[in-house]
């Protein structure tokens, strides 16, 4: 018998050795390093600098920036990703402005390969408290010994607290850049005290050019009233929309509401918007921010439409009928076509 053996040519049943899965990659968070415990900064566009996560192998590792106005991280307003990592530490620097005299919060964390490290714990800064007027916006944080504005008759830098008015003939002028059909003047005032001598004392006002707002066709005025200010102590305001015709103004029973004995050791935002809607606010900052007064009124005929579009605060109508609150101190204006950004002037403010 011839027994036949086959054999397979280049047959190889030996079981294959698997590729390794790549190795992990332990990654520790960059650590803030500038700046850093609320700094005030003298720059609207910071260097940020952290100092570099480790690795527990070598490779490629790159860097995310976020910047917020809140310490939550909530609200990013600047994002940078695929930042190289740097010799020992890594930095970034926003390509614009950020916004001015605001509180800002900021972390950071690194990639390498599929791996991203924890976010770095959040560092917060303030940047450069510096005003700007350009079209549809102005801003005058009014500290530091200096405004935007024009400064009239007797007034006072009183350092963080803001600028003073002195007398009822004494104001800021504010030439904006465009003319707003519609918008928001706020300010914060402290100062305030029932009793003043001025019967219609301006906290703030409006109108078109010209040296006299009495006879302007776009007077725009808030006014916290004094002795004779029928009632005394009463929160009022006066809108003309191009005409007498087009005049909106509390009644004597709506002044009465508006009576309020303000103190002058606390802060109040006052705050008027217009355009189909006039509405005045009052903000106890002082107490919680509580609101302390708001009356609104359709404005159901008439434009607003001042030009040019000059603010004040006081009013310069002194010849007239009386001008600004004598002693109100103010700081932290905004007039604009949007509502105030809720986080501008927060560099003025500690922390709550």
């Not at 332990?26 to 390093?33: C, E, K, Q, S, W």
């Not at 015709?245 to 002044?255: G, H, I, N, T, V």
């Amino acid at each position: 018998m011839v027994l036949l053996l086959a054999a397979a040519c280049g047959s190889d049943d030996s079981p294959s050795t698997p590729t390794p899965p790549p190795a992990t990659v332990t990654l520790t968070a960059p650590t803030p390093d500038s700046p850093v415990n609320d700094a005030q900064l003298s720059t609207l566009r910071p260097e940020l600098k952290v100092r570099n996560g480790t690795a527990s192998a070598t490779g490629t590792r790159t860097y995310e920036f976020q910047i917020s106005d809140q310490s939550s991280g909530g609200s990013v307003l600047y994002s940078a990703t695929g930042i190289v990592e740097g010799s020992g530490t890594t930095s970034y620097t926003p390509p614009a402005d950020l916004q001015p005299a605001t509180r800002l919060y900021w972390r950071a964390r690194m990639t390498q390969g599929t791996t991203t490290s924890d976010w770095s714990s959040t560092a917060q800064f303030r940047t450069k408290v510096v005003g700007f007027n350009r079209p549809g916006e102005l801003y005058d944080p009014l500290i530091h010994e200096e405004t935007i504005g024009t400064r009239f008759g007797s007034t006072t830098f009183m350092g963080a607290s803001g600028l003073k008015i002195e007398s009822h003939g004494s104001f800021v002028r504010y030439q904006l850049a465009s003319t707003l059909t519609s918008g928001e003047i706020s300010v914060e005032v402290e100062g305030l005290y029932p009793g003043n001598s001025g019967g219609k004392s301006r906290i703030f006002s409006m109108m078109d050019g010209g040296n006299n707002m009495f006879v302007s066709k776009y007077l725009f005025n808030v006014q916290y009233r004094g002795v004779a200010g029928n009632p005394d102590n009463a929160v009022s305001y006066k809108l003309l929309l191009g005409d007498e015709s087009f005049k909106y103004e509390p009644d004597l029973a709506a002044r009465q509401n508006g009576v309020r004995n303000l103190s002058p050791s606390s802060t109040y935002l006052w705050t008027a918007t217009w355009g189909s809607t006039f509405r005045l606010t009052i903000r106890d900052l002082s107490n919680n921010g509580n609101v302390i007064y708001d009356r609104s009124e359709a404005l159901f005929a008439g434009t607003y439409n001042p030009a040019p579009h000059t603010a004040y605060l006081g009013a310069n109508d002194a010849c007239c009928e009386t001008g600004s609150f004598p002693g109100a101190i103010y700081r932290n204006l905004w007039v604009g076509n949007r509502s105030r950004p809720s986080s501008l002037g927060s560099a003025l403010h500690d922390p709550r």
